[in-house]
């Protein structure tokens, strides 16, 4: 009869661990929301994050998006070709990377590339103390450290998943017209015929944002909670990119479900 | 009248509930003086600086900075609070994504308005003070532990605070750098008339300087006075630690249920 109690318990901590940290990063984004204003009489705290988050991530998405853009052609030719319909191909590969590849993807790039290294800074600050210092001077580490970080996260992802997708349309464009001889005018114009500006661009624009609070918003907060030893931070950098991927995925089927 | 910056009346304090850190404590510091806190590892001597600090609050009991309950305060209270005392941590926790100029600047550029040429005066003044002056550039990883002391000593005192915390500043240091933070220790107390509390288990360097021991063991205090009434008590607690005796009142082996020879499977 013990033990049977002894394993519900253990079934039920890691649901009531989840519910804890789900009110901790709630109660955080509250935190960081009535900070948004400090950053932004300091602006140059904007433009380091940036630069860290945004600029230099700038190399792996456009080369991630051309790749998947190249493969999107392939597979795309391949499947196509059956059915004598080549000719939507450009359609194919933009929708595929306007609705879902592009925001999901870039995403998870993002919480890897950028993403761990916000939760490790963070980490590592608070294990020499740094946190606890800025706390004596009377600034809060929310307002000076975690408010930047945020607002330069939702505003990176977005713009790098519209760089992924550009980068991924040449690269479908390349395999498409240049190494399969397919006719440039149709792969334009069918792609012109099938996107709306507002059913996917917007919305896949709405989707990168909704990935770049989430994604942004785990980094910090597992930064936070990180134990202060090199095994919590390397924990939690870990978890930063497995929960920040898992989550935009979750949060992709929900947001698909809403919005197509 | 003698008035006291820091005034705590019976705290008790636990990180969880079967631990107590810190058992029914009273301490009080005049000001002007320079006090130090001295015990073992795990005394709670740490603990009760984080209390003054406002980091932690205590269970039970009341922690008076300025004449203010600072359990009772909200944090934006604290926080105006804070700007009245400077806290030196043990490593000196600089930032170390900033230069030593950014460093010292911190709190003038947070919380003043001076213009930007003032502020360089200042953090130079700042530096001067400590035998730092011409770091400013440089970056923490630059420089030598007891260099990156100096620092953040010296970005402790930028906003000149009326009351200065150093946790354990001696420690690590080489007899050179440990003579060196003790005079500005005993300097800045005097030429800003700051009162200061010193966490410490040296006891030759800061005979020197304190004017006032508290002696702390297992989240109590187990003795007081001057630095002459500490070297000469009777305490054998405080004796031992004063000569640094194995035996005593205090144990360094872990009070383990375990029988050692029984383990090893030996008949004692």
């Known amino acids: 009869m013990k033990y049977i109690f002894v394993r519900l318990q253990q079934l039920g901590h890691p649901f009531a661990e989840f519910i804890l940290h789900l009110g901790g990063i709630t109660s955080m984004l509250f935190e960081i929301i009535i900070s948004l204003g400090y950053p932004f009489r300091k602006f140059f705290l904007i433009m380091k994050e940036l630069y860290f988050c945004g600029v230099r991530s700038i190399v792996i998405i456009t080369v991630s998006g051309w790749f998947v853009g190249m493969v999107l052609g392939l597979q795309g030719y391949n499947t196509l070709q059956r059915f004598g319909s080549v000719s939507i191909l450009g359609s194919v590969v933009a929708l595929s990377l306007l609705r879902e590849l592009g925001p999901v993807l870039t995403a998870i790039l993002f919480a890897a590339r950028a993403g761990s290294g916000i939760t490790a800074e963070i980490g590592l600050m608070k294990a020499t103390e740094q946190l606890d210092a800025m706390n004596v001077m009377a600034v809060n580490p929310i307002k000076r450290i975690v408010a930047p970080k945020f607002i330069a996260g939702i505003v990176s992802v977005p713009l790098l998943s519209a760089l992924f997708n550009v980068s991924g349309i040449m690269g479908g464009y390349f395999v498409g017209v240049i190494l399969l001889k397919l006719d440039s005018g149709t792969f334009w114009s069918q792609m012109q015929d099938s996107v709306s500006l507002h059913n996917d661009v917007i919305n896949g624009i709405i989707k990168s944002f909704i990935f770049g609070v989430a994604v942004t918003l785990i980094s910090v907060y597992q930064g936070f909670i990180a134990k202060p030893t090199a095994e919590g931070v390397a924990i939690a950098t870990t978890n930063t990119v497995v929960s920040g991927a898992l989550t935009v995925l979750a949060l992709d089927f929900i947001l698909t479900a809403l919005m197509f | ?268």
Do not use: W
């Open chain 2, 1 to 268: 009248m003698q008035t006291y910056p820091v005034n705590v009346k019976n705290i008790t304090f636990a990180y969880d509930e079967d631990c107590l850190i810190l058992k029914n404590l009273s301490i009080q510091i005049p000001k002007g003086k320079i006090v130090a806190i001295m015990g073992g590892s795990g005394s709670g001597k740490t603990t009760l600086l984080r209390q003054i600090s406002g980091q932690y609050t205590p269970q039970s009991g009341i922690v008076e900075v300025f004449g203010q309950d600072i359990v009772a305060l909200n944090e934006k209270k604290i926080l105006e609070l804070r700007k009245r005392i400077g806290v030196l941590f043990q490593f000196g926790a600089l930032f170390t994504d900033m230069s030593v100029y950014d460093n010292v600047a911190f709190s003038l550029k947070e919380h003043t308005n001076l213009p930007e040429s003032i502020i360089q005066k200042i953090v130079a003044m700042k530096l001067n003070a400590v035998g730092l002056f011409g770091t400013q550039e440089m970056m923490p990883q630059e420089l030598s532990g007891g260099m990156a002391r100096r620092v953040a000593l010296a970005r402790a005192m930028a906003l000149d605070p009326e009351l200065m915390l150093y946790d354990e500043p001696f420690t690590g240091l080489d007899p050179i750098s440990l003579n060196v933070a003790a005079m500005l220790i005993k300097k800045l107390n005097t030429a800003l008339g700051q009162t200061s509390i010193l966490i410490t288990h040296d006891i030759e360097t800061s005979m020197k300087i304190v004017d006032y021991i508290y002696f702390m063991a297992d989240g109590q205090i187990i003795a007081k006075g001057t630095p002459t009434e500490i070297h000469t008590t009777t305490n054998p607690a405080v004796r031992q630690f004063i000569q640094g005796k194995v035996d005593g009142p205090f144990h360094y082996e872990y009070p383990t249920k375990l029988d050692y020879n029984q383990y090893l499977g030996v008949k004692s």
